[in-house]
């Protein structure tokens, strides 16, 4: 009897010992898939992205994955930007890692994924702003920012309140393209937004020009004339460094406003600094990656000095954090209400659009709330943008979390 | 060349595709083979296989017109979005049979095509090469700028699951049996096309569209023909992508598309179907290749980063193609062919 009491009090000694030295929790790995363009139109700018999302996840694991036992970890894939390679790839990437959960790059990855993900049972994040063309009911691909015609209306109606004083609509003009689906979906918007809010905005013409175009003083000189006072270029980089170069050969000095992806940090470097930026503004969803000592700031100077992020400071790091933020988000909600060991896509779809996450759970990487729904694949309650200008040669916020207007759908 | 000690004693048996039973056994073996895959196949290959083969019937319609009636054309990516857009509004119908879709589809991408092939019948060389990419354009504009409620404007048509003879067709498996099935039936149509009168036609006008004139044949209509052809194979080809993704939009049907198709059409062999065949595969294997070798080289070398990681797996893809231009400019049917011949007259020289 001595000899078995001995022996179970030894065991249960036994079982403690080695208990204590496990961790609190046992983790459970989830496989996160990143698609990425490392070859295509993104080449230049996945390095910011991609950095950005490592250090992101590798903060998550260790702040809050290790709390709940879960543990993320990120498997790039390059899709070149490709719908056709996207969809050769997927179904491998679904056998392989069996995700709950994707980082999705854009356009293409929507196209060859937005049919069979709510099958696949797999919801996607994506960073960059969505479409009027995507507005759908119970889509899986998940855009954290709201249209990029919100982003214009949002903007719009904060400069006709703050600049022109809110008694008459602001002449505005856009530059946008009929040579990409997106480019010629924000035209559609824009128009279709001054046309209902005739008070605020008042549309002096949308010039479709060439995504690439060589000059274009001769349409900015006939807008001007005709009253314009801001300058709308939300399409690409070389539409917005043209309009730029173009007011200098005018010489005037209308504001002009971009977007996240032709942002003010991006267009720096081609105009040769911010010194020709001067009073010009970017507006979108996301951080203003400027000067100003920010909690945003703080969070990128953390993941620098402590996950091993290398990407500067600029537009794109924020994108791919802020996106990166939403997805760590979306899993500890659904692992907090299921359980770190029970997460599965349809899980963290549901967490997703059940879900009000606070802004300040994104240290200001986002423009407010982010609040998903069924009926549309962008936060549609209550989406807030941010506004940076250059002043004094520097990008500063100039407002944070401007509300984004109700729009109908175009 | 048939094998040493092969003699026919009949012209149908003289004119056969298919020579020797060994031959037909080979070929009845790799159908067999191909069937089979799916089940012992993973995901990732099953779906690379449906992918293949869509691209294969585009790439086929592309060899019959520049490999062998000499048109080059650049708008077989085109081509291809107005079959996949044919095929998407007539599926929005539940009593048009998957089938019947897929034919029409190839039908409005022909006649799409057969309009070019008509400016064929005037300009030539790299004339007509701008005048295919023109194609591309009025595609993109035509989808983009007529009413939303036609096409479906920039976020193009959504299709919801597709079921053909009571099998759901949002499974990869049998996406995978459907496309490989289209893909017999279109390459032995092609065979037949480029054995017919017309294939000879078009050989003639590649070859000297003067000569081919003064000998009777009817050069403007072999040229459109051949357009034609061309289209109706990428509508085929288009029709099955959208079957594939259940959603078309205009992005997916790109200038680039059109350059990796032709890409593929010289790396396997000009004026060859089976080169078509070839090529497609070298070319997707390739690219797969890379892109499935890059996050294990990122697993293994994590210091390199997955900027540099990727970036140089693309840079030895290109590397594959270019010095595979350099030492087999004819494509690698020509070197086959070289082989097979060395192989039937061994071992005598010639």
Redesign the interface.
Known sequence: MKTLKAFCSGAALACSLFGAALPARAETVYQVPSLSDFSGPFASVMPLFAGAREAVVSWWNIEKGAQLGVKLELKPYDTHYDTAQTASLWPGILSTTKPIIGLSLGGPDTTALQQRLPNDKVPMILGSASNGFAWRPNQWILSTRPTFVHEIGAFVEWFQKTKVGGTRPVKIAMFTSEASPSYADMGKGVAAYAKANSKIADLVEMVYVEPQPADLTLQLRRVLNNGAELILAPASIQQAIAIKRAMQALGKNVPIVFNAHNSLSVLEKPMGGLVPLEGDYEAHALVVTGADDSEARRFYDLLVAKHGLKAPWHTFTGMGIGQTLVLVRAVEAAAIKHGGNKLTGELVYKTLVDTRFPAKSFYGFSGGDIDFSVEAPFPLRDPRINVGQVVGGKIRTVASAVPVPQLAKW | MDPSGIFFTSHARDRALVRTKRQAATLALLIAALVIAPLVL???????GY?MFI?MIAVIGLQICTGYAGQVNLGQSAFMGVGAYGCALLLHYPQVPIILALLLGGAAAALFGALFGLTAARIKGFYLALTTIAAQAIF??LV??LPGDWL?????L??ENLELLGVNL?N?RALYWLSLATLLVMTGGAFGIVRSRHGRSFEAVRDDDVAAGMMGINVAAAKARAFLVAAFYAGIAGGLWVI????V????FTLF?SIWMIAMMIVGGLGSIVGALIGTVLIQLA??GV??L??QL?DLIPSA???IV??S??VLLGTIIVLFLLFEPKGVMHRIEIGKRAYRLWPFPY
């Open positions: 993973s995901d990732r290959w099953v779906s690379l992918a691209t993109q504009f983009l700028n479906g404007g920039a976020g193009g959504h299709l949002g990869d594939a993704l259940r959603h939009s205009v992005e997916q598309n690219r797969e892109v499935s890059g996050p990122v980063g997955q900027d990727f970036a797996m693309n």
